[in-house]
């Protein structure tokens, strides 16, 4: 399996770019000059419409990104390296929550605390882009639907479905206003488990 992982040494690429090297991936590095612009170059962009790296582009053409989808799908593609506990494990869960926790509550809170003072924050600084360009990203993921992966749905949907879906009740841009988003929440609140969640005590 040979894959191309989109990189910088001096961004959060050097993060995948390790965890490829760790699990001993065959791989091909395409690097972008963030400087010059390369991360927001058309070509680039219809891979990665937030313009953001690590990206890694599978032998299939599949394209993940987030340093901590990358280093899960690594793990599990390489068992022999032995860096993902067995599902259902209490370890796994160990892994995954602080694969989580890095991306959603380190980073963030980091950038905050360093560059509170410059507003807006610079989009290649922060792991998010922008808000737009994060909406940008959800819509081309839901189509052409009706999950992220298509036709199956996954535990993607559970957090993706959820927090659209409670987004939306605080009128957030963009999302009210999608018919996309709001054809998939409704498809994600209609499904029994969902129903269960919001009325079980």
């Given amino acids: 399996m040979t894959m191309t992982l989109y990189y910088n040494p001096q961004s959060r690429a050097s993060v995948a770019r390790w965890m490829l090297e760790e699990v001993g991936a065959d791989y091909a590095l395409q690097h972008l000059d963030i400087a010059k612009g390369e991360s927001r170059a058309p070509a680039f962009l219809a891979i990665n419409p937030m313009g953001k790296i690590p990206t890694l582009v599978l032998d299939d053409g599949t394209v993940l990104t987030e340093n901590g989808a990358i280093i899960a799908w690594l793990a599990d593609a390489y068992p022999k390296a032995g860096l993902m506990p067995p599902a259902g494990s209490s370890a796994r869960g160990t892994v995954l929550r602080w694969l989580f926790f890095c991306g959603s509550c380190f980073e963030p809170a980091l950038t905050d605390r360093m560059m509170r003072?410059?507003?807006?924050?610079?989009?290649?600084?922060?792991?998010?882009?922008?808000?737009?360009?994060?909406?940008?990203?959800?819509?081309?993921?839901?189509?052409?639907?009706?999950?992220?992966?298509?036709?199956?749905?996954?535990?993607?949907?559970?957090?993706?479905?959820?927090?659209?879906?409670?987004?939306?009740?605080?009128?957030?841009p963009r999302v009210r206003e999608s018919r996309r988003i709001q054809d998939y929440v409704g498809r994600i609140t209609a499904r029994d488990a969902f129903v269960r969640a919001q009325t079980a005590q």
């Fill in 117 to 172: 003072a410059q507003a807006p924050l610079p989009k290649q600084t922060v792991g998010w882009g922008d808000y737009d360009e994060v909406i940008d990203a959800i819509e081309k993921a839901l189509s052409p639907g009706p999950f992220v992966l298509g036709d199956s749905f996954s535990a993607a949907d559970v957090y993706l479905g959820a927090s659209l879906a409670w987004a939306g009740q605080f009128g957030a």
